[in-house]
């Protein structure tokens, strides 16, 4: 659930500290966030960052403790709002503090004049105990890279790893909801304005449920609610997202023209995989040179999937399947690695959450319903599942997967061409959210594309109205033109 919801982050502490008083780690021991004045790159003024120390057992308040990463972008009105917005970055496996720079520059501009902004990397992710796995994400290993998805060798040696420094089955959501509670407490802000993205929203969605009252408001981004059984959705998701993008092509007049036989093309390069993987020629990053590598279709498809999550990756499918076409896999593979969805995400994380929200609860006749007649067909569900038979699998609270209802102002943000949290999946959440508004937008993807998404989001967390928010603006989204040559 993963795509460029992302930025970076370095923070340099200097000497400034402040602190703030906290609740009690143990009831006997009063407890503090030391939050130090520190420089964000790229944000005027800085930030005040600091770690709050939490038991990764927060059942049985014992062993071993977590300090979460927190980083404040202080308002910088003297009249600063009593809620703050929270950003709830994505993945699973994404680190909120490495969207700072994006966030606080483009989708939430304009509220930090009177609202502190705050980014909390969840248990498991960015400087939050992470729970990193190297399974095939880099593209300086082409072999793996563009081999098998989710190797189970290098999934066991992750888990055997990890499990050495943390109890993998204490990293899902319902906890770190309630980590994010500990934090909004510490730092003694009545209630927060939630904003997410991709699986920040099924975080969002599960604080509103477990914290109501200290919840003012939400803005959802590619809804992933608590019943999505991530990867199920994605065949058919990745299918809608292609047919859009060809027929687009196809009514374009520049796109038409340089590929007149656009779906012929992507159907003639699947059927090559009929006979079993194919040797192609590809660059080796460690060489510059080029040299054969053996492509299966699973990862081919899955590449094509990811570059299907957006319009901005998705203008490059045509150009992209028609080199494949005419035998060249050059392109494919520079598309591949500029959509790499799993090197910035904490992978035993990923799995720490799909393998116990979400897998245990897919069907043998799901996978059958979602999969018929898609490209991506059922291999990439069954990596999943052969993936969390390394893992171990935790408790989910009673009715977790039941549709979260709230009365909290929510707006579910969702593109039309999304391919990877489809509208039909927002739409559904929506119908449980009392005062929640679905704003679906044409000709977007997974993402919060310009001004007019960012204007929304400023609009409606000012003023917590769904019901009231102008959403004229969609109307006049456009897709990004497709690209006609082959991408550098």
């Known amino acids: ?23 009690r780690l143990e009831d006997a021991t009063p407890r503090r966030i030391d939050l130090r004045a520190c420089d964000v790159p790229g944000i005027s003024r800085g930030g005040r960052c600091g770690t709050l120390e939490v038991y990764e057992n927060r059942a049985t308040k014992s062993g071993r403790r977590i300090a979460l990463n927190i980083v404040i972008i202080p308002a910088v009105s003297e009249t600063t709002a009593a809620d703050p917005i929270v950003w709830l970055e994505g993945g699973p496996g994404g680190a909120a503090t490495q969207a700072i720079g994006p966030v606080t520059q483009q989708y939430l501009r304009g509220l930090r004049r009177d609202h502190d902004i ?20 880099s593209p300086a290993d082409l072999d793996r890279y563009f081999g098998p998805l989710l190797p189970r060798d290098l999934v ?19 906890i770190a909801a309630d980590d994010l509670d500990e934090v909004r407490e510490a730092l003694g802000y009545p209630a927060i304005n939630l904003a997410g993205a991709s699986y920040g929203t099924r975080a969002a ?20 609610p608590t019943d999505f059984e991530l990867p199920l959705p994605f065949a058919r998701a990745a299918q809608h997202a292609l047919d859009l993008t060809l027929s687009d092509c196809a009514a374009d007049p520049s796109c038409h023209a340089a590929f007149p036989d656009a779906k012929h093309e992507f159907d003639g390069v699947l059927a090559r995989f009929a006979r079993g993987p194919l040797h192609v020629e590809m660059t080796d990053p460690a060489t510059d040179r080029k040299r054969t590598v053996t492509l299966p279709r699973e990862n081919y ?9 957006t319009t901005f990756g998705a203008r490059l499918v045509p150009v992209v399947v028609h080199q494949a076409f005419l035998g060249n896999f050059v392109p494919f593979e520079t598309t591949a690695t500029r959509f790499n969805a799993g090197v910035s995400l904490a992978r ?31 291999r990439r569900i069954r990596a999943h599942l052969e993936a969390c038979a390394e893992w171990p699998r935790a408790a989910v609270p009673a009715g977790f997967r039941d549709p979260v209802k709230s009365d909290v102002p929510t707006v579910l943000y969702s593109g039309d061409a999304d391919g990877s949290t489809p509208p039909w999946i927002a739409e559904a959440a929506a119908r449980f959210l009392s005062n929640g508004r679905l704003v679906q937008v044409p000709h977007t993807g997974h993402q919060i594309a310009g001004p007019c998404a960012w204007d929304l989001m400023r609009d409606f ?28």
């Open 1 to 23: 659930m993963r795509d460029s919801f992302r930025g970076a982050l370095a923070a340099s502490l200097v000497l400034v500290t402040l602190t703030v008083p906290n609740a």
């Open 118 to 137: 705050v980014f909390v990397d969840q248990r498991g992710t960015g400087q939050s105990n992470p729970l990193n796995c190297d399974l095939g994400d």
């Open 156 to 174: 066991r040696g992750c888990r055997e790893r990890l499990e050495r420094t943390a109890d993998l089955t204490q990293y899902t959501t319902s």
């Open 205 to 224: 969605l599960v604080y509103m449920r477990r914290h109501p009252t200290h919840t003012r408001s939400a803005f959802l981004v590619g809804v992933a």
């Open 301 to 309: 498809v899955e590449h094509l999937r990811l570059m299907l999550y």
């Open 348 to 378: 035993g994380m990923y799995l720490s959450v799909t393998c116990s929200e979400d897998v245990p609860f897919i069907t043998e006749k799901q996978i059958a319903e979602e999969t018929r007649g898609t490209f991506l067909g059922d």
């Open 461 to 488: 967390i000012g003023h917590p109205s769904a019901r009231d928010l102008d959403t004229s603006c969609v109307a006049a989204t456009k897709r990004p033109p497709f690209a006609t040559e082959v991408p550098q």
